[in-house]
DNA sequence: ATCCAGGTTGTCC
DNA sequence: GGACAACATGGA
C-alpha cells in the first residue's frame, strides 16, 4: 500500500482486502452519501471527503498527504493488518463463509462523541431513518461548512451545543422517545460525568459502565460505541442479527479463532446475516402457526 | 391495519 | 437475576 499526492488529490494505490462500499453501506455509519457506484461523499470531524474506489486504487479528492496521514488513513483503519486477521478469522467455517462474502469490509474508526449519538438514535430504529434524523441534526445544529460540491454541509454538532437545548428544540429532528436521551448524553459528556477520551484506553468493563450512565445507552449502544467510536475490538455488539447468528450457528459462543477481536468478527458475521436475511429470519410468526393450526 | 426497525427503561416477580 | 409492555416515528 503506497500513497502520494496527485494533483489536487491523495491516491493510494495497491490497497487489499477493502471495499469502499461493504465498509460505508453496512450499517456502521449514517453520514456518507453514494454519489456514482463507488464513489462516496460525506463529513468527518467537519472535514468534507469524496473518496472513490476503483479496484485497489483509493482516491480521496482535494485533500493533502498531512491531512490523508492525519484524518483519513485512521478512519478507514488502513494500518490494520486485515489479511492477517482474516486468515486466522477463516478458521472457522462460518466465518470463512461471511469473509468470502465481503473480504473488504473494515470497521471504521470514527469520531467519538458523533458514534455516541449515532448509536443513541439507532436504537429499535431503522438505518434510512437513522441518516435522516442524523441529517436534521446536523443540519439544524452543526455549523455549516463550504463543502465540496455546491450543496451546503455541516459538521456534526457538539456535545456543548446540544447540552443547551431543551426537548422541545429537537422535536423538528422526530428522533422521537431518543430526544431526551441525546440531550442527557449531551449534558453528561459536557460536564465530564462521561469522559470521553478514558474511553480510548479504560479496561472494558470499565468503559462499558461508564457509557451505560447515559440513558438510553444499554449493552448493545454501548458496545457499539466502543467499538465504531474507540476502535476497541473486544466489544461484541448482540443485536438482533447477532442474536440470530449466535442461535444459529454459535449455541455454545464464538470459535476461538475469534478471540481478542469479537468486534471484528460480529463485522462480518453481522454483515452477512442481514444481507442474506433469508437463512436468519423465523419461518412462521406465532400468530401464523396459530391459524395454520 | 399490523409489524418491524443495529434497544432501553421501568416494573413486575 | 429474567420477563414483558411501553416508548416515537415512518416504511412495508
Request: proline share 5%; hydrophobic share 40%; glycine share 6%.
Amino acid at each position: 500500500m503506497n500513497y502520494a499526492a496527485d494533483g489536487e488529490d491523495v491516491l493510494l494505490t495497491g490497497v487489499t482486502d477493502f471495499s469502499l462500499r461493504d465498509t460505508l453501506l453496512c450499517g456502521q455509519c449514517f453520514r456518507w452519501q453514494e454519489l456514482a457506484p463507488d464513489v462516496f461523499s460525506g463529513i468527518v470531524d467537519a472535514r468534507p471527503m469524496t473518496v472513490e474506489q476503483q479496484a485497489d486504487t483509493l482516491r480521496f479528492r482535494r485533500c493533502t498527504v498531512r491531512e490523508f496521514e492525519r484524518l483519513w488513513m485512521d478512519y478507514f483503519d488502513l494500518s490494520r493488518d486485515y489479511k492477517a486477521l482474516k486468515r486466522r478469522f477463516s478458521e472457522d467455517a462460518v466465518l470463512s463463509t461471511a469473509i468470502r462474502f465481503a473480504p473488504g469490509l473494515r470497521v471504521l474508526r470514527q469520531p467519538a462523541w458523533e458514534t455516541l449519538c449515532s448509536f443513541i438514535i439507532s436504537q429499535n430504529n431503522n438505518i434510512k431513518r437513522i441518516k435522516g434524523i442524523i441529517a436534521r441534526l446536523c443540519e439544524q445544529f452543526g455549523q455549516p461548512i463550504h463543502g465540496q460540491g455546491c450543496e451546503p454541509a455541516y459538521s456534526f454538532p457538539d456535545a456543548a451545543v446540544l447540552a443547551r437545548l431543551s426537548e422541545q428544540e429537537l422535536a423538528p429532528l422526530r428522533a422521537g422517545w431518543r430526544a431526551a436521551y441525546l440531550l442527557d448524553a449531551a449534558k453528561k459528556v459536557t460536564l465530564g460525568t462521561v469522559a470521553l477520551d478514558a474511553l480510548y484506553t479504560d479496561p472494558i468493563d470499565l468503559a462499558r459502565a461508564s457509557l451505560r450512565q447515559i440513558k438510553g445507552v444499554g449493552p448493545k449502544v454501548a458496545d457499539c460505541v466502543l467499538l465504531y467510536g474507540f476502535a476497541r475490538t473486544e466489544a461484541f455488539p448482540l443485536d438482533v442479527w447477532m442474536k440470530r447468528v449466535m442461535e444459529r450457528y454459535y449455541p455454545d459462543g464464538l470459535p476461538a479463532c475469534a478471540t481478542g477481536h469479537p468486534g471484528l468478527a460480529q463485522q462480518y458475521l453481522f454483515h452477512y446475516i442481514r444481507c442474506c436475511e433469508e437463512l436468519a429470519r423465523p419461518v412462521l410468526k406465532k400468530e401464523k402457526i396459530a391459524a395454520v393450526g
